[in-house]
């Protein structure tokens, strides 16, 4: 276990689909991290959890937006009826859960919605 | 809300000069202050951090200044090199982290 793994890295679907990205933090880490990064701007906060519950969600987080934690390992982000403007690198993190809180980053799922 | 303003938004500078990058934060809650380092198609890398109870830290070529009554705080890189080209963040944490637009640093050969 090398770091935080996102599958899959690119999606590419059409307006009106659904989609499903996984993360995999890294072992031991309780808390794990949902942000949204678009182009030339940082990356916001979407929602996260600690252990299999999920502690706080964004406004930015629509109700075509749902996260899940089942077991407090991996995490799956689902984005139902996709729209062009949810075209973005979704990047997940995650942290030991200390109040220094350092997170780190995986790669990102960067999604195209045409 | 909670927000971070970053500045500049771009910054060119000469190899071997110094580059800096300033935050400012607006939730007095903000208790740890991390810079991360984003290479183009790559994950934020960090590359520094500050916690609220420390003015200064400084690691090789690299510092972070926090001066909490302001709410503030700036990167410091000395002696610049290409290799240090990127997009930096910096971001304030209460729980989740807050970040700041980014600045792009741009070393010239």
């Known amino acids: 276990d090398t770091g935080v793994s996102q599958n899959p890295r690119h999606k590419i679907t059409k307006r009106g689909q659904n989609v499903t990205f996984r993360c995999d933090p890294i072992?031991?880490?309780?808390?794990l991290y949902w942000y949204r990064q678009t182009l030339g701007q940082g990356p916001e906060f979407l929602t996260y959890?600690?252990?299999?519950?999920?502690?706080?969600k964004s406004r930015l987080l629509s109700d075509r937006f749902s996260a899940e934690r089942p077991k407090g390992s991996f995490s799956t982000l689902e984005i139902q009826r996709t729209e062009q403007g949810d075209s973005a690198m979704y990047l997940c993190?995650?942290?030991?859960?200390?109040?220094?809180?350092?997170?780190?980053f995986g790669a990102g799922t960067r999604l195209s919605v045409l | 809300g909670e927000n971070v303003e970053q500045h500049p938004s771009t910054l060119s500078v000469q190899e071997g000069d110094s580059a800096v990058i300033k935050c400012t934060y607006s939730?007095?809650?903000?208790?740890?202050f991390p810079w991360y380092k984003q290479e183009l198609g790559k994950r934020p890398q960090l590359i520094i951090d500050?916690?609220?109870?420390?003015g200064e830290k400084k690691d090789q070529r690299i510092a972070v200044t926090l001066n909490k009554t302001a709410k503030h705080f700036s990167l410091h890189i000395t002696e610049t090199q290409p290799e240090d080209s990127a997009v930096y963040f910096c971001?304030?944490?209460?729980?989740?982290?807050?970040f700041g637009q980014g600045t792009t640093l741009q070393v010239k050969p």
């Open positions: 072992s031991e880490h309780n808390r």
């Open positions: 971001a304030s944490n209460t729980g989740k982290l807050i």
């Open positions: 959890f600690q252990n299999e519950a999920q502690l706080e």
């Open positions: 500050i916690r609220s109870n420390v």
């Open positions: 939730d007095s809650a903000s208790n740890y």
């Open positions: 993190a995650s942290s030991l859960g200390t109040d220094v809180n350092i997170q780190y």
